[in-house]
């Protein structure tokens, strides 16, 4: 377990794309302090209290620690983890919500076409970012967009929109049912 | 009623005597087994309460713990006394049960050079004296160690030997030697101490060759030796089927785990800072569509009008001749492709063409 050297600005590069500047929000906390470390080539999120507690299990037993915000790739680029929703949603820039109709059709990684799609942030712009949330919003998954907010007007309710990037469609699944109470901060040893 | 009040103090008396002998006896079926040195009491009683009692027999086991405590007291305040410090200690006698051994048995350690030697010539220890009578001092003194009896060293004069330079330092010269024996005592020492542990000597092992060298000695030597070229070892080839050695190579690294907390968020803050100033306020793509647009709606508007003065005079091709420069070249993707044509649109195009303003289709966020 270690702190992060110059991968963190891959990785605040690859955040700031959902939540911009209100990364700083999560860099600097007014009720705690946070910090990101490495381990296993995973990224956690986690508060300094816990990653005390976790300095005393052993590297090759600890699991996991505080929020998994997502892993480094063999070839050194950042892949964001569905784990960090929740950190995402609440900063989120744009979102999108689609219809109930369409949810399960994005839970298990198909595009949500312009019809299964309730609402979007205004000027959401083409491969931003975007978190999805259902109607009833309960969030549960981020995607790239694949159209621009002000094309999408002109294209007809077939007209394509998502663009799977997230790989996660699992836990999406398991977050729609759960409570929005879900502890991300056990910690696990082995 | 004194009586009457005497007799109450008495009966309560007795009361509180009945009480306190209960509750020191004890009755138990089996006497306790008792090892007042090691503080031990066995309770060889079969466990009956405990297994009547229900799934959590806290209460039972409770019970159960003071009375076998309050018999090993009892013992204990039969054991002779003595006072120390205003305290009144049991003196214990000698433990009965042996404890087993705390770590495992030392296993035998190598033989060291001399014990070999020793063992194969069949040479044995001969029992000598301490002390050596000193002629020179007059006294007894040690063999060997803080003031012996024979050391070369301490004498105030020494003849200079035959053929010896007579500018040399004989003094020195012993002071020397004798510094020399010790650190190849202490050499032989440390060696043997490594053969016993099977550890690798610190730094020179190996180093010295002196013939009889272990595999690890001689593998180290060997690695040193390869480094030790103008090009620290890079050139060096292997034998076909050595292996390459493994934890060569700069160690990274890392800071703390959990160092300045403070410090590692203001370099955080700083990069985003940074990050955030090199994005371009503007967006290119939204500005240069923004700008079509507003030109297109231009061009639009003069049509019309022109399109109604041309309907009056008799169709005119002229601006239509000039729209046609315009909706072709829309249609082209507009990367670069009208950089020489119109010079006044900026060359980064991205986005498609908006001809017409936004429509109220979906809600807005």
Known sequence: MRPLTEETRVMFEKIAKYIRENLQLLVDRPDGTYCFRLHNDRVYYVSEMILKLAANISGEKLVSLGTCFGKFTKTHKFRLHVTALDYLAPYAKYKVQIKPGAEQSFLYRKHVLKSGLGRITENTSQYQGVVVYSMADIFFGFRGSSKVYSRLQKSGPHGYFGVSSSRHWGICAARRDTDLGWSSQDLFAV | ??????????????????????????????????????????????????????????????????????????????????????????????????????????????????????????????????????????????????????????????????????????????????????????????????????????????????????????????????????????????????????????????????????????????????????????????????????????????RRKMGQKGRRKGGRQGPSGKRNGGPPGQGEKRKGGLGGRKPSRPPAFGGKKKGAPHQGGKRKK
């Open chain 2, 1 to 302: 009623m004194e009586s009457q009040s005497v007799e109450e103090l008495l009966a309560k008396a007795e009361r509180e005597e009945a009480e306190k002998l209960q509750r020191i006896t004890v009755h138990k079926d089996l006497e306790l087994e008792f090892d007042l040195g090691n503080l031990l009491a066995s309770d060889r009683n079969p466990p009956t309460v405990l297994r009547q009692a229900g799934p959590s027999p806290e209460a039972e086991l409770r019970a159960l713990a003071r009375d076998n405590t309050q018999l090993l007291i009892n013992q204990l305040w039969q054991l002779p006394t003595e006072r120390v410090e205003e305290a009144v200690v049991a003196r214990l006698p000698e433990p009965l049960t042996r404890l087993p051994r705390e770590k495992p048995l030392p296993r035998p350690r190598p033989l060291t050079r001399w014990q070999q030697f020793a063992r194969l010539k069949g040479i044995r220890p001969k029992k000598k004296t301490n002390l050596v009578w000193d002629e020179v001092s007059g006294q007894w003194r040690r063999r060997w160690g803080y003031k012996r009896a024979r050391d070369d060293t301490k004498e105030w004069l020494i003849e200079v030997p035959g053929g010896a330079d007579p500018m040399e330092d004989q003094f020195a010269k012993r002071i020397q030697a004798k510094k020399e024996r010790v650190a190849k005592n202490e050499l032989n020492r440390l060696r043997n101490l490594a053969r016993a542990h099977k550890m690798q000597m610190p730094s020179s092992a190996g180093l010295h060759p002196t013939g009889h060298q272990s595999k690890e000695e001689l593998g180290r030597a060997m690695q040193v030796a390869k480094v030790s070229t103008a090009s620290v070892g890079r050139f060096q080839e292997r034998l076909p089927k050595e292996k390459a050695p493994r934890g060569t190579g700069k160690k990274r690294k890392f800071q703390p785990l959990f160092g300045d907390f403070a410090a590692e968020r203001k370099s955080q803050l700083e990069l985003l800072r940074v990050m955030n100033s090199k994005k371009p306020q503007l967006d290119v793509t939204r500005a240069t569509n923004k700008q079509m647009r507003e030109e297109d709606q231009e061009e639009a508007a003069k």
